[in-house]
Structure formats: structure tokens, C-alpha cells
């Protein structure tokens, strides 16, 4: 008759917790029927139990010690705190806010297409015109200065004085033009 | 079980370490955090005379010294305190939940002690006491295979001693032990493993 396996490399683990049922079984077994590893399960077994016992009397406190360091609670508001929420919720909160977010910001911008614009950014165009006659050079803030251009509703217009420069009419467009339309010059009769 | 008496939850001080959470159920524990935070100072006054022993022991285990361990466990309870409305009892139990927050402020603690600092002892060219030397009355009450076993618990590396300290003492389970100390339960086990054969080599090398 074979003499049965010792168990010896397995009983650290099994007073640890970490076999399996049945390898737990199987030591369980043996040790009933072996002496010498019974014996080493004890002394294995001893080492556990030294520490839990050397750590509750080293470290018993002395009547009234923990009381003594009992920290004070901590003041609270009576308005409670929203509850904390899962992981999972705060997810989709922030993935919907994110979306309104955005949603709101491209709703907002003015290149959308078939957003009409109230507000139309005025386009200054400077536009160097051949006359028929010297232009006055009076600069707009001159007391002689009068705009020869009727008033329009797209255009507006003034002949600044700048020494020594061809004559210039600066074209303010009250509206935008379309993309590629060429700078058209101030029509004849405003000619001077 | 009322828990308007502060003395109800008294543990027993000379071994609060088999006061186990079954004696309490948990539905009165959370009862107890609901009002802590509804400012009930009783409350947290019960909460913490139910644990302090508890955590106290464990700090003490880890940094092997007392007034370190007085610090801390001051420390974590203010901490707790003060985040109690975080506290997830799906998550984790209120016990999981202090210790995680006490093996924290112990590893603080331990990395403030490693900077350097130069104290008066130092300067008198005396010598440095030892963080894990016994208190001298605690000299008085351990014998020399115990003596033995609180200086080897010291020689273990920190992880290896938290693993050690609870596991042996704290008694918890390994997704316990791996959630207190932020990792898995089988890097709990290979630690355990590993502290429980550092701590047979280290004490049979004593005559």
C-alpha cells in the first residue's frame, strides 16, 4: 500500500483561504490521517494567531484614550446635498448637456444656412473712381462739404482728403453684397 | 436596540476585534449615518465609540506606533465625518469604508516620516527611536515569541504588512482586502502568500 501524498506545499494556502473546495477537502483528509502534517498545519496555524494576539495587546488603549481623541462632528447646513448619483447617471447628464450645448451654439451662428440676419455686417469698400472733374478734396468734416450722392438705401458715401492722393469715394455698402460682385462704381449722375 | 444611548455602543475594550459587525445589523448602522447627517451630534458620538477600537488597532498594526496611530485615527474619523454624505453602502460596508479611509492616512503618514527632518535628539547625537519600538509598558505584557512576532510584522515592506495586518487581525476577505487597499483580490492573495512566508522565514531565523 502506497504511503498516502503529504500535503505539506498546501497547507499555507489552505490556512489562508486559497484552495479550492477540493483541494480544501483533500488537505482536510490527510491531515486527519497524517501526524506530520498535522504538526505543520499547527505550527503554520501558530503564525496567524501570534499576530492577532500580539497586535490586540500591544495595541489595547488605556481607559479613556479614545474618547480623549474623539473629533468634534462637523457642522452641516440644513439644506442636504443633492444625492449622489451613480456613474451612469452623471454620464447621461453630462452627454445631455453637452448636446443642448451645442445644439444652442450652432442654432446661434450666423453662417447657418436660412438664418436670416437681422444685423448684416457692412461692408466698406474703397474704390478708386476716374472723374469726369477735379473732386473737391474737403475732407466730410469740412463745413463745405456737402455729399453730392443722393442718400440710398444700399450705399453711403463721403470723399475723404487725403494730400497729394487721386481723389477716392469710399463706398459704404449698407448691405451685404453677394459673393463675387464686383465693386461698381458711384452710378453717372453722381458723378461730379 | 436603541441608539439614542451612547453606552449601548460601547465595545468591549479588551477585545473589540471579536465584537463583530453581526452584533450590530447593518440597517441600524445606516439608520446611525442618516442621523450623523441630520447633525445629530449623539449620532456621530455612537459611530464613532463603535469603531474607534477598530480602526485605532489597525493603525496601530500598520505604523507600530502609538501616538502615529492616535494621529491618524483622529484624522480619519474627521475625514469620514466630514464625507459622510459620500459614504455608498452598495459600494461597500461602513466598516470597508473606514478602514479604507484609515490604511489611507496611514500610508500619508508613513511617507511624512520618510522626509527628512532633524529632530533634537538628532542634534544631541543621541540615538533615533525606533518607530517600531515597543512602548515600554507594552514591553512589559508580550512575551518573547510575541516580542518576536510584533518585530518581524515590522520588517515586513508596508504593502506586505497591510495585507498581513487585515488579513490576520481584521479578519476580512480578499475583495475586502483588495478594495480597502485599491487592488485586486488576487494581488491581495499572491500579498497574503507572500507575508505570511516572509513572516515564517523572519521568525524562524530567531533562536
Known amino acids: 500500500m502506497t504511503p498516502p501524498t503529504h500535503v505539506t506545499n498546501l497547507i499555507p494556502d489552505y490556512l489562508l483561504g486559497l484552495l479550492s473546495p477540493r483541494e480544501t477537502k483533500r488537505v482536510e483528509t490527510h491531515v486527519h490521517a497524517c501526524p506530520a502534517c498535522r504538526r505543520l498545519l499547527a505550527a503554520e496555524r501558530q503564525i496567524g494567531q501570534d499576530v492577532r494576539q500580539t497586535l490586540t495587546i ?10 480623549r481623541l474623539r473629533p468634534s462632528p462637523p457642522r452641516r447646513t440644513f439644506i442636504r446635498p443633492v444625492a449622489f448619483l451613480q456613474s451612469g447617471q452623471r454620464l447621461v447628464a453630462a452627454a445631455i448637456l453637452l448636446a443642448l450645448v ?34 473737391s478734396t474737403l475732407a466730410p468734416d469740412t463745413p463745405a462739404y456737402e455729399p453730392d450722392v443722393p442718400p440710398s438705401p444700399t450705399y453711403e458715401t463721403f470723399r475723404p482728403s487725403l494730400p497729394g492722393s487721386p481723389a477716392m469715394t469710399l463706398v459704404t455698402m449698407k448691405t451685404p453684397l453677394p459673393a463675387g460682385t464686383p465693386i461698381a462704381a458711384l452710378p453717372a449722375s453722381n458723378q461730379p | ?5 451612547d453606552s449601548h455602543w460601547l465595545p468591549t475594550w479588551a477585545n473589540p476585534a471579536e465584537e463583530s459587525a453581526s452584533a450590530i445589523p447593518t440597517d441600524p448602522l445606516e439608520v446611525l449615518v442618516a442621523r450623523c447627517l441630520d447633525n445629530e451630534e449623539a449620532a456621530y458620538h455612537a459611530l464613532y465609540h463603535h469603531f474607534a477600537g477598530y480602526i485605532y488597532r489597525l493603525c496601530y498594526g500598520l505604523l507600530q506606533n502609538k501616538e502615529d496611530a492616535e494621529e491618524v485615527l483622529q484624522d480619519a474619523f474627521e475625514y469620514a465625518f466630514r464625507r459622510l454624505d459620500h459614504f455608498d453602502p452598495r459600494k461597500a460596508s461602513l466598516k470597508t469604508w473606514l ?15 520618510l522626509l527628512p527632518t532633524f ?9 533615533i527611536r ?12 508580550l512575551n518573547e515569541r510575541q516580542k518576536a512576532v510584533w518585530r518581524a510584522l515590522g520588517q515586513l515592506s508596508p504593502k506586505l504588512r497591510e495585507t498581513a495586518v487585515l488579513r490576520y487581525y481584521a479578519e476580512l ?15 491581495a492573495e499572491s500579498r497574503m502568500r507572500l507575508a505570511h512566508k516572509a513572516l515564517k522565514a523572519i521568525l524562524e531565523e530567531k533562536p
Do not use: F
Request: proline share 10%; net charge positive; with cysteine.
Open chain 1, 102 to 135: 451645442m445644439i444652442g451654439s450652432w442654432s446661434l451662428h450666423p453662417g447657418r444656412p436660412g438664418r436670416e440676419n437681422p444685423n448684416p455686417q457692412v461692408v466698406t469698400a474703397i474704390a478708386v473712381t476716374a472723374t469726369r472733374a477735379p473732386t
Open chain 2, 99 to 113: 478602514y479604507q479611509i484609515a490604511v489611507s492616512r496611514c500610508r500619508n503618514k508613513r511617507r511624512r516620516r
Open chain 2, 1 to 5: 436596540m436603541s441608539l439614542i444611548s
Open chain 2, 173 to 187: 476577505t480578499y475583495p475586502e482586502i483588495g478594495r480597502i487597499l485599491g487592488i485586486s483580490p488576487k494581488t
Open chain 1, 58 to 67: 500591544v495595541s489595547r488603549p488605556e481607559s479613556g484614550q479614545l474618547a
Open chain 2, 130 to 141: 525606533d518607530p517600531a519600538a515597543l512602548q515600554p509598558d507594552a514591553h512589559l505584557l
Open chain 2, 119 to 127: 529632530s533634537l535628539h538628532q542634534v544631541a547625537g543621541q540615538e
